[in-house]
């Protein structure tokens, strides 16, 4: 879990107490103003879980590259054999 869906989930959860008390005092501007954090919340946590997908896809990038020189090197000594 990054700063992202740390942030995030802070900002659902301040929408949500928002909304919930502007519900029950009858403030329209306070639940609107609860939507909009929730939704930065997911916005958020959206922009982390694309962070996470890429520091993935990096990963298995670089591990499909050793993998090619590990064989292009093992390939290499087999023909220096022959």
Known sequence: MDKQHIKGAIDKA???IKDTIGKAIGDKGMQVDGKIDKMKGEGRQMVGDAKD???DAD???SRGMREADANAGAADRDLKRH
């Open 14 to 16: 301040k929408g949500a």
């Open 53 to 55: 997908a890429m520091r």
């Open 59 to 61: 990963k298995e990038a």
